[in-house]
């Protein structure tokens, strides 16, 4: 079984480039992208992934903020 990642970051670029590099591993597999944290929180309900990328600086929350409420 794969692991489940959901990438979370502002930048649609940067969202596009770790989803590449991590779709390309074979025991991983991202599960969707999040530009930002609030959006980031209905994912997490409904994808259940197994690991979470964070910016650290995102609108609305810093990725730090969010890990700790998570």
């Known amino acids: ?5 959901l990438v979370i970051d502002d930048s649609a670029v940067i969202r596009k480039v770790l ?3 991590i779709d ?6 991202v599960v969707g992208g999040a530009p930002d944290p609030v959006v980031a929180r209905d994912m997490i309900r ?3 992934p197994d690991v979470l990328t964070l910016d650290v600086e995102m609108p609305k929350m810093n990725g730090l903020a969010f890990l700790r409420r998570l």
């Open 1 to 5: 079984m794969k692991i489940k990642v």
């Open 46 to 48: 409904t994808l259940n």
């Open 19 to 21: 989803q590449e590099i």
């Open 24 to 29: 390309e591993q074979p025991d991983m597999t």
